[in-house]
């Protein structure tokens, strides 16, 4: 009997998908789902001849082509433990367990270590894009033994999108790098995202645009320097036709947006590093806020706020949105790339800034021709410590940080919520500031819990006895 390649654990939209672009690519691949009905409608729905149904775990192994791989593409958390638990007595030393979903890089780590006292090889694989991604090349980003990369490599870059014919995929680094960047990923998505409403806000109620005008505006930033999956698909959405009532879809859409836990996560994980991702925080946020509509509708009755202003020029309100957009834009990879290159020194990962913007540019949900930019300068200098001090992204900042800063002042102005904008601009200020205040702040502590200073003038740690002055 041919043995088969790798194992897919999990038939459902994501591990379907990423099994057929497997089988695709020539790959013998043994499909499994704890239920038996989802393998089933997955064989009739798709039929593949490199693709055959497996109805037990051992059997599935068996299977399998040694040193055997085994891909989970289930629900993060408990049932990732479960399924390696009822693993591990089928693999042999060697064998290779490859988690393809959203989970917690430390939860990568804990899993790391435990296998690999038992010899079985342990990897996190960050994926993005999505059904469409997965099925025909998602960006892959994969974390584990640098060794053992080389037995999984053929498969993940053969299936993995291309860009410049380069597959988006690259060995990441060691135990949970590839979810931790993975995480990342998802956070800068959700500023994306968040920005890109603030921007529809702004242009419906500031400057009056229909979605049928927003439709031809992003259509066009979408052949600029804004291009990228989410404006493009944004344009697309103010297009689309209801299908139960009349007008536009998006009309008829609830103002709440759900989240999975990886932007609060990279949230969180930032507050641990010391690092300042404030606008991934905010966006996070905002969803939070956008769940709450039962006290948002008791607030809009009780609390008053200002009308929107009307833009006089609406052509020219709408290029200040996407100066201001890009400009935010930047600061919000900034803050993302920040992140992954203090975790990079935290963990000793030795992460590669550039090869990670590189495997962004196709596949995954933020890939954009931005991408290209970033990748660009981390060529430059690949100690980059942040973004905005790369020359190409400074002279953009310089250019057109103004439009930010208006825009962000009507929506203050007009009473719409902005908080991502918002964010970028404070970020934008503190980042080059020569006095942020905190000098004042670490004297409030020094006075109140005697947390001592450090002075100006001359070396060492000091503290004062404040009562004798207040």
Not at 142 to 169: H, K, L, N, S
């Amino acid at each position: 009997m041919e043995l088969f390649d790798i194992g897919m654990v999990g038939l459902s939209v994501m591990g379907r998908s990423l099994a057929l672009n497997m089988a695709d690519h020539g790959f013998r691949v043994a499909g499994y789902n704890r239920s038996r009905a989802v393998t089933d409608a997955v064989m009739r729905e798709h039929p593949h001849k490199n693709l055959a149904p497996f109805y037990e775990l051992q059997e599935l192994v068996q299977a399998l082509r040694r040193p055997r791989k085994v891909m989970l593409m289930i629900q993060a958390g408990a049932a990732v433990d479960a399924v390696i638990d009822q693993l591990v007595p089928l693999l042999e030393p060697g064998d290779m367990i490859l988690d393809g979903g959203n989970s917690f890089f430390e939860d990568t780590r804990r899993r790391r270590d435990g296998l690999e006292a038992q010899g079985i090889v342990y990897f996190g694989v960050g994926i993005s894009g999505g059904e469409e991604g997965a099925r025909n090349g998602p960006s892959i980003m994969p974390g584990g033994d640098a060794a053992a990369y080389e037995t999984v490599r053929p498969i993940f870059e053969a299936i993995a999108a291309q860009a410049g014919g380069a597959p988006c995929c690259t060995y990441i680094g060691p135990d949970g790098a590839g979810h931790y960047v993975k995480m990342v990923h998802n956070g800068i998505e959700y500023a994306d995202m968040q920005l890109i409403a603030e921007s529809y806000l702004l242009l419906k109620h500031v400057g009056g645009f229909s979605n049928a005008a927003l439709a031809d505006l992003f259509a066009k930033w979408n052949e600029g320097e804004l291009k990228s999956y989410l404006i493009g698909i944004t344009a697309g959405i103010f297009r689309e036709k209801d299908d139960l009532a009349t007008g536009e879809l998006l009309d008829h859409i609830v103002d709440s947006a759900a989240q999975k836990g990886t932007g609060r996560w990279a949230s969180i994980e930032s507050l641990k590093q010391g690092v300042d991702i404030s606008m991934i925080t905010a966006a996070a946020g905002a969803r939070v806020l956008s769940n709450q509509l039962a006290r948002r509708a008791k607030a809009a009755e009780l609390l008053t706020g200002p009308a929107p202003k009307t833009a006089g020029d609406r052509a020219a309100f709408a290029e200040q949105v996407r100066e201001g957009l890009y400009a935010a834009k930047i600061a919000a990879y900034a803050q993302g790339f920040d992140l992954m290159r203090d975790a990079s020194a935290v963990y000793s990962w030795s992460l590669d800034l550039g090869a990670i913007a590189r495997i962004f540019r196709a596949g995954c949900i933020i890939q954009a021709d931005f991408l290209n930019d970033i990748t660009a300068a981390y060529e430059r200098d690949p100690a980059l410590q942040n973004l905005m001090l790369d020359e190409f992204f400074r002279a953009r900042i310089q250019k057109n940080q103004n439009s930010l800063r208006e825009i962000a002042a009507t929506g203050i102005l007009s009473g719409l919520p902005l908080p991502a904008m918002t964010s970028a601009v404070s970020y934008l200020d503190a980042f080059r500031a020569a006095h942020v205040g905190a000098n004042l702040i670490q004297a409030q502590r020094d006075c109140f819990g005697a947390h001592t200073y450090l002075r100006t003038d001359r070396e060492g740690t000091f503290h004062h006895e404040w009562g004798k002055t207040i």
